[in-house]
Every structure is written in C-alpha cells, then in structure tokens.
C-alpha cells in the first residue's frame, strides 16, 4: 500500500453541484485517496444526508474497480443540527446512485444506527465513518456501540471535530483521540481519524510528513472554495453586466420613444396651429 493524492472528478456532482461545499466538502480528496490507498473491503458510514462522503468513497471504488462494500446508514429525515427534511433527499441520493454508482455495490440502511447494527457482521469493518446527531452523548454511543464491527486494525472517521466547535462530537473527539493513536483536519468543520483497534496504516496515512500533508489537503479544500467564489462573483458581475446592459437599452428605447412622442405632439401642434390660421 501507499499513498498517493488524486485530483478525481466527482461525478455526483453533475446532480447535486452544492455538494463541494457542503461542511463535509473539504475532506473529499482526502476520503478518496484513503479509499484508494486502503482498498478497504468494507465501508459503514453512519450518517449520510445528500451523500457528500458517501459518494467520495464511491467515486474512489468506482475509479479503482476496488472490491469494496460501501453502506450508508440514515433514516434520511434528519436530526436537530442538519435540520429535518422532506423525502426528496433520499430520493436524490437513490437516483445518484442510479445514474453514476450501479457497478459499485451501495446499500443504503435506512434505519437508526442502532436497527442497523444487525446487517453488519462484527469485525467486519475497515473504514467506519461516524456523522451523525453531534451531542456528545449521541456520538459516544455511536462509537461504542459500533466498535465491534470495526476490523482489527480499522480506521475510524469522525466530522465536527474543529476545536473551535461548541458541538459534543468535538469533546467526544477530545477523548479518544487522548486513548487511541490519532490524525486531524481542522478545516471544513474538522475530521479526526482514529485507529483504536491498531495503527498500523497510521505511518500510510499521515507519514513522516504527515504536516505537510495536512496542509496540502487543507491548501486544496480552501483553494477550491476560493475559486468556486471567484467563479461565483464573475457570474454575479457578468449578470449585473447584462442587466446593466438591458437597463441600457430599456432607457435608450425609452429616450427614443420620447422623442418621437414629442415629435409627434409638436407636429400635431403645428397642424392645429395651420388649421386655425386658414380659418375665416
């Protein structure tokens, strides 16, 4: 195994483009090229709303032709910090998965995560990836009870992680990643990686360079952002331009109306003006 940075193309984006800037959206290259690099056999992520991660991984198995069991597990009606919605979610989820995942092997768990412990075998999992209600107690259970499907020397993701974060999922992460060997992201609400069955894919994943390589996908996760702003205010400054343009024309039509309009009445003055002299 080694590790090696991809630059992906995610196709789930071409239906749902707000994915890359989603809060999971800076952590997209770094969860392919985990997947890439781990070739895991089976993925559990606990939380999966639109499907940002859940479709990095997917993109990686997909790119790769890996041998990999994704599962994403959500009721898909949400919680109380991503807000409740509406069916459609999951359906644009399901309908994703139809149109640019069908050779990858998705299930989708449409359950708690505690109903859906039963449909994962125990030490079964390498890559376990926990986003789901963010109090400290919802994610100490999520951890512990989920820990016996983790694989002897499987890795653990954990969201919302920053420091900066007032959410109980940081004061979870605070913990354990004080008990078992650790790596972290602070940038795009923080992901910690955690290894508490083993760190032997600790040295691959952060390496001797392990700074440098936090930036590099801290680096590209803001540089994206930057440049999908920029891109932003160019399309906001180039319809402003239109519009500006349109109000242009508007005005100058308008101006030209005014003068033929004023023609006109002078003309019809003038004729009045004729018709009287010539009267009797």
């Excluded at 990686?60 to 898909?76: S, Y």
């Excluded at 399901?94 to 109903?115: A, G, P």
């Excluded at 109000?247 to 004729?274: F, G, P, W």
């Amino acid at each position: 195994m080694r590790w090696k940075l991809h630059d992906p193309r995610f196709d789930c984006d071409t239906l749902n483009p707000n994915l890359p800037f989603s809060p999971w959206g800076g952590h997209r290259h770094f969860a392919y090229d985990l997947t890439v690099a781990l070739k895991p056999r089976r993925i559990v992520e606990l939380g999966s709303h639109y499907g940002c991660s859940l479709f990095s991984f997917a993109q990686a198995i997909k790119d790769h032709g890996l041998a990999t069991d994704l599962f994403g597990v959500d009721t898909w009606q949400g919680d109380e910090h991503a807000g409740f919605y509406s069916n459609e979610v999951f359906e644009l989820v399901q309908k994703t998965i139809s149109e640019h995942f069908k050779q990858v092997s998705i299930t989708l768990l449409r359950k708690t995560f505690l109903d859906a412990r039963s449909d994962i075998a125990d030490g079964s999992v390498d890559v376990l990836h926990i986003d789901g209600l963010h109090t400290y107690e919802a994610v100490v259970e999520d951890f512990e009870t989920w820990l016996c499907k983790l694989a002897p020397e499987g890795v653990v993701l954990f969201h919302d992680v920053n420091p900066e974060l007032s959410y109980g999922s940081r004061k979870h992460w605070e913990e354990v990643s004080g008990r078992f060997p650790a790596l972290q992201f602070d940038h795009s609400w923080g992901l910690g990686v955690l290894f508490p069955k083993g760190d032997s894919k600790r040295a691959l994943i952060g390496g001797e360079f392990w700074d440098e390589r936090r930036l590099v996908y801290q680096y590209r996760a803001e540089a994206h952002l930057s440049g999908q702003q920029v891109r932003d205010l160019t399309r906001f400054v180039d319809e402003q331009k239109v519009a500006m343009d349109k109000m242009e024309t508007m005005i100058r039509d308008r101006d030209e109306a005014i003068v033929s309009q004023t023609k006109l009445i002078d003309d019809r003055d003038l004729h009045i003006k004729a018709l009287e002299a010539r009267r009797p």
